[in-house]
């Protein structure tokens, strides 16, 4: 069979509304998104060109976008030794809504992800909500 290359831009919206939960699951739209954008990624042949942007509010000053990998073949080499397909897995996977909101799944855990303006830094914090903890001693 004849198959022809791809050029494919993911575009990953990581607004506030992904951390809502999917009901009856436990779990919140960014993690299925998460779950379904990795499982593409490792469909695309070698040669298919691939990037991979982030969208959402002033998610770069005033721009609603922030490219994270460019588009290229997925087996380039790029400036680390590790391939386009390893930066995309690796950035796909480290996706965190901008909201500087929690999302809780009660029982389960609490996510706390927040961006810094000045620098684009993003922090995510998750708690297992699954085992009690014991409070710890009093400090005196």
């Given at each position: 069979?004849l198959?022809q290359?791809?050029?494919?831009?993911?575009?990953?919206?990581?607004?506030?509304s992904?951390?809502?939960?999917?009901?009856?699951?436990?779990?919140?739209?960014?993690?299925?998104?998460?779950?379904?954008?990795?499982?593409t990624?490792r469909?695309f042949?070698?040669?298919?060109?691939?990037?991979?942007?982030?969208?959402s509010?002033?998610?770069e000053?005033?721009?609603?976008?922030?490219?994270?990998?460019?588009?290229g073949?997925l087996?380039?080499v790029?400036f680390?030794?590790?391939?386009?397909?390893?930066?995309?897995?690796s950035a796909?996977?480290?996706?965190?809504p901008?909201a500087?909101?929690?999302?809780?799944?009660?029982?389960?855990?609490?996510?706390?992800?927040l961006r810094?303006e000045?620098?684009?830094?993003?922090?995510?914090?998750?708690?297992?909500?699954?085992?009690p903890v014991?409070?710890?001693?009093?400090?005196?």
């Amino acid at each position: 069979a004849l198959t022809q290359d791809l050029n494919v831009l993911i575009i990953f919206d990581v607004s506030g509304s992904m951390t809502r939960e999917i009901p009856g699951t436990g779990l919140i739209r960014v993690d299925r998104a998460i779950e379904a954008a990795d499982a593409t990624v490792r469909l695309f042949s070698d040669a298919d060109q691939v990037g991979l942007w982030e969208f959402s509010t002033a998610v770069e000053g005033d721009l609603d976008y922030r490219q994270l990998v460019p588009i290229g073949p997925l087996d380039d080499v790029m400036f680390d030794n590790r391939s386009r397909r390893e930066h995309i897995l690796s950035a796909v996977g480290d996706l965190v809504p901008l909201a500087p909101v929690g999302a809780v799944r009660p029982g389960i855990s609490f996510l706390y992800a927040l961006r810094r303006e000045e620098s684009g830094r993003r922090f995510r914090v998750e708690f297992d909500l699954s085992r009690p903890v014991d409070a710890p001693p009093a400090p005196w």
